[in-house]
Every structure is written in C-alpha cells, then in structure tokens.
C-alpha cells in the first residue's frame, strides 16, 4: 500500500509560521504531483498548492506570496512551508499525491489530515 504520513501542524498565533511535511512510502513507481489540499469547518475542500517532480508549481489565489511549497524526490516528501499564517488558514491540511503503485494504475492518494489552528 501507500501511505502518506504528515507532520507539522499545530496552533500558531497570527503572523506565525509553520512547516508541514507528508512523506510518502510503499511500492511506488513514480510520483507526477504532490500537493496539499485544506479544508476549513463549514467550507468545500479546496486546492493549497501542488508541484511536479519537474518543480513547476501552482498555489492558491489566497496563498500566493505566504506559502512556498517543495519537494525532494529521493525522499519522496513534500513540504509546505506557511508564513505570515492569518485566522483564515484555520483548516485540515491534507497531503495529495498522484502517482503509480507497483500492479495498479496511476490515482491520487491522501493524507489522513493534520489540523492548522491559527489564533491568538
């Protein structure tokens, strides 16, 4: 199997800073995107930011300039580093990834989550 294992997250006052990291393990062929999705109480799961093994990245609107996200590919790890963290960002951050496991076909895979609580 695949598994994604997360770690990072917690409770930050605003402005602060956290860097969350999904590691990704099993009988993996090859990984195309990593990324993290959020989803906020009350509020549809939504995009964070993704990148290719190539490095090409995308983000968020309400992100943009805050976030950074990278990867290393012999680690098979992606992290998402949060700057400026604003109440907003509350959410559960889930890792995503779309690869191909060893006998199967190419999908995505998830996280369980790890929850961002930005307060004061």
């Not at 090859?30 to 995308?58: D, F, S």
């Not at 996200?69 to 998402?80: G, H």
């Amino acid at each position: 199997q695949v598994h994604l294992v997360e770690s990072g997250g917690g409770l930050v006052e605003p402005g602060g800073s956290l860097r969350l990291s999904c590691a990704a393990s099993g009988n993996i062929i090859g990984i195309y995107l990593m990324g993290w999705h959020r989803q906020a109480p009350g509020k549809q799961r939504e995009m964070v930011a993704g990148i290719t093994t190539a490095g090409n990245t995308n983000y968020a609107d309400s992100v943009k300039g805050r976030f950074t996200i990278s990867r290393d590919n012999a680690k098979n790890t992606v992290y998402l580093e949060m700057n400026s963290l604003k109440p907003e960002d509350t959410a559960v951050y889930f890792c995503v990834i779309v690869a191909t496991e060893d006998n199967s076909y190419t999908r995505d895979f998830w996280g369980q989550g790890t929850q961002v609580t930005v307060s004061s």
